[in-house]
Nanobody, 118 residues
Framework: EVQLQASGGGLVQAGGSLRLSCATSGFTFDDYAIGWFRQAPGKEREGVACIFIRDGKTYYADSVAGRFTISSDADKKAVYLQMNSLKPEDTAVYYC???????????WGQGTQVTVSS
């Protein structure tokens, strides 16, 4: 059973940094992508960043490009989201999502709360 566990959220002042982790387990396929999504109160869930594990390509939402960096550790089957220069509008619950690229089946982890105070 594919499982994802997000962690690393917390309370930080504007301009600060946080590093989120997404630990994965329960699978052997190696062609997949992991994305970070976020959902603020009263808003729809939006994509923040994603990484294709096999070739390492990364993509970012315009709102976070230049401030956030997504990376992966293949040995640990983990993906990270380094968030710098945080803004109050980055406040949200952050989720990681895994997409198996041969079937497009996807899996969600539980969220981790990020709160940025002004």
């Amino acid at each position: 059973e594919v499982q994802l566990q997000a962690s690393g959220g917390g309370l930080v002042q504007a301009g600060g940094s946080l590093r989120l982790s997404c630990a994965t387990s329960g699978f052997t396929f190696d062609d997949y992508a992991i994305g970070w999504f976020r959902q603020a109160p009263g808003k729809e869930r939006e994509g923040v960043a994603c990484i294709f594990i096999r070739d390492g390509k990364t993509y970012y939402a315009d709102s976070v490009a230049g401030r956030f960096t997504i990376s992966s550790d293949a040995d640990k089957k983990a993906v990270y989201l380094q968030m710098n220069s945080l803004k109050p509008e980055d406040t949200a619950v952050y989720y990681c999502n895994l997409v198996q690229l041969d079937t497009f089946k996807d899996y969600w982890g539980q969220g981790t709360q990020v709160t940025v105070s002004s």
